[in-house]
Structure formats: structure tokens, C-alpha cells
């Protein structure tokens, strides 16, 4: 729950956690993303019902699914 309202926080405020969720997920080993669209917002997640297979392989919605998710 602490991790929760840090992340929250960092939504509002920009946030190094995020950042760091993002690059790791570009590594080849990790999920090898892409960054078809950026930013941790409400339009990334309409992009994402219009753009499945992307999105499975975006950063930003790969942060946002280990970020939010729990
Ligand atoms: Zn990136």
C-alpha cells in the first residue's frame, strides 16, 4: 500500500521510480520493450484498446501494469 501512494504521488509529480521501471524494461532479457507511446496517462490506456499487440511491448504500459498492478 506505501508502494501504491508513492507511485500515486509520482504520477502527479514525475518520479525516478518510474523512470527506472521504464529502462529496465527495455532490457533484452527483461521484456525487450519498445516506446511506440510515453507518458504514465489516461490516453495511454486508449491507445492501448486500439493497439493490443503494441501495447503489450510498450514501456509505458509495461510500467504501468508493474506499477499500478497489485
Ligand atoms: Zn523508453
Redesign the pocket.
Known sequence: MLLRGRIANCVRYGCQVLALI??CT?FTDVFD?T?DVYGVTVSLSFWAQDNPEKALRN?DSLTCYIGFKG
Open positions: 521504464h529502462e527495455h520493450s516506446d514501456a
